[in-house]
């Protein structure tokens, strides 16, 4: 089974368990609420192994063992704000929901499309600055940047899709190989197989601007569809 | 060009930030001090042609971010200040005062020199369950469910003889051991919260702060299951085998802390049982109780 976490406005999010649910495969999609409210969530860790399960209030069930992948497109980590507690014990409950939430995903054997961190759920979070730097790091040029100077460039946008070990263009520019080694790189050094990276296309050439885990995934068509299934080994 | 410099982040009265800035007086160095009470703290970030540079406003002095050698980082919110409480929040100075504690935050995460820690790193402790998963690669970890669920928790404390519980999370709890009409009378409370329930080691509690490639262990005997709140805790200065000092070296390394707190227990049967790695250890207790020279191994480690 693929489980697909979204929100229930994440229209690339549905898309892509409507696509993979029309080429055959079994999709469970929930709610980032599901796992909290009047749900029974738990996650086990040995020394040797590791799993987790959750049963939501609908009754269906999820165990890590049975998944062969997910694609997590949480915003942030859900908070019950229902329950009738004062501040302090409401904060105590939301960290312990993010730390075993954090634990849960981190228990599937399976790829995980992105895998929340601990104080980001949707996956590896960073400023422009620490983008940049790691962009320069893989061997992409980044735009300089200074924080007394605007964070947006004043050159068109180009962008390009990191799916497991493919790259997905919206535009020739990205298509170099340079470039292709490169944002997979990066997407590797932040543990984010999933990873949109934006450019700007300057008078220099291509420089780095910043990455996102949250990719728009439908400007990158079916290519979005039979990448993931690659990554997921299931094509 | 100025002369090397090494950035403390963090409040004056912290025991930590107070030791290390006594250890670094000791030597021959330029100290900059961010006191997150001092408001007119200031920086601006650059980072052009694969160089990180900047300049900062540190207690009313200039320092060019390229001149610092090495940082020590416990930087504490400075929303939570007397000083910044005092502030119209949606005033200019609130917004200049967090701008800047976010960009040195950035800053600190990407600085081409030593920093003990980068903030990014500090954040596995606070999901226990994931980071025993990260643990697991270099000492056993005890079992452990994380759970909100009844049937679960009663499964898990049949098939141990005996059970500890904690929080998931960084927010402090006593670890307890579990009695079973506690958790029965306890459902409605679990069912809204999970709880960490853990097996029960047997064994002597070792601390093991590791500064650099340097090892310090500290061996704690007390009555009670947390012995950060037992009374009659006797801490002592101790050696640990070299095998498991150099897997402690590892864990640190892997975990990209160049100062951390390794909780072990080493068991009877000559195992040893990792617990979690604390990214800000509170080292001036140990050094207090043993004699250790923590805060002078920092020291050294920012020199270097």
């Not at chain 2, 640990?240 to 402690?248: G, K, Q, T, V």
Request: hydrophobic letters at 45%.
């Amino acid at each position: 089974m693929i489980l697909v976490v979204c929100e229930a406005d994440d229209d690339d999010a549905i898309w892509v368990s409507t696509e993979l649910s029309r080429r055959g495969q079994e999709v469970t999609t929930l709610l980032p609420e599901e796992f909290i409210v009047d749900a029974s969530i738990s996650v086990n860790v040995t020394t040797d192994t590791s799993n987790a399960t959750l049963e939501t209030r609908r009754g269906d069930v999820v165990r890590t063992e049975s998944l062969v992948g997910v694609v997590n497109r949480m915003t942030g980590f859900p908070r019950d704000v229902s329950s009738r507690l004062d501040d302090k014990d409401l904060v105590y409950r939301a960290e312990e929901i993010r730390a075993v939430l954090v634990a849960w995903f981190a228990a599937a054997a399976c790829p995980v499309l992105n895998p929340p961190f601990p104080y980001s759920a949707q996956g590896f979070e960073a400023d422009d600055v620490r983008w940049r730097c790691l962009a320069h790091t893989v061997g992409l040029p980044p735009l300089p940047f200074a924080s007394n100077r605007p964070l947006r460039p004043d050159h068109p946008s180009i962008r390009g899709l990191v799916v497991g070990d493919v790259f997905l263009h919206s535009s020739d520019e990205t298509r170099a190989p340079r470039v292709i080694g490169a944002g997979l790189d990066l997407a590797c050094s932040v543990a984010s197989p999933l990873l949109e990276l934006e450019f700007a296309n300057t008078e220099d050439g291509l420089r780095f601007v910043r990455a996102s885990t949250l990719p728009h995934l439908r400007r990158y068509g079916l290519a979005v569809i039979d990448s993931l299934l690659d990554c997921l080994d299931m094509a | 060009m100025s002369a090397a410099t090494v950035l403390v982040l963090g409040l004056p009265g912290e025991p930590c930030v107070r030791s290390v800035l006594t250890a670094l007086s000791a030597l021959d160095l330029h100290i900059a001090h961010w006191n997150p009470r001092d408001l007119s703290n200031d920086i601006e970030l650059v980072f052009e042609h694969g160089v990180v540079d900047g300049v900062a406003v540190v207690d009313g002095e200039v320092v060019e971010l390229r001149s610092v050698s090495a940082v020590f980082d416990r930087l504490s919110d400075v929303e939570m200040t007397p000083e910044f409480r005092r502030l119209d929040p949606n005033g200019p100075l609130a917004t200049n005062v967090t701008r800047a504690q976010s960009l040195v935050r950035s800053w600190c995460d990407i600085a081409p020199c030593r920093v003990v820690n980068r903030p990014s790193m500090n954040d596995n402790n606070s999901a226990k369950p994931f980071q025993a998963m990260l643990i697991r690669p270099f000492f056993d970890v005890p079992s452990s469910l994380s759970t909100n669920a009844m049937d679960d928790a009663l499964a898990f404390v049949a098939s141990h003889e005996r059970v500890v519980y904690k929080s998931n999370s960084g927010e402090r709890s006593i670890v307890t051991e579990l009695d079973i009409h506690d958790l029965e009378a306890q459902a409605p409370a679990l069912r809204r919260c999970p709880v960490l329930f853990q097996e029960y080691i047997e064994g002597t509690d070792v601390r093991v702060h590791v500064v650099g490639e340097n090892v310090f262990a500290t061996a704690v005997e007390a009555n009670g299951m947390d012995y950060r709140y037992s009374g009659d805790a006797q801490w002592r200065g101790t050696e640990i085998p070299d095998d498991i000092a150099l897997r402690c070296i590892e864990l640190a390394a892997w975990l990209q802390l160049e100062l951390s707190g390794i909780d072990l227990r080493l068991r009877p049967d000559g195992g040893v049982t990792c617990f979690e790695v604390n990214p800000c250890p509170a080292f001036e207790a140990y050094e207090a109780a043993t004699g250790q020279p923590l805060a002078a191994a920092v020291a050294d480690l920012l020199s270097s």
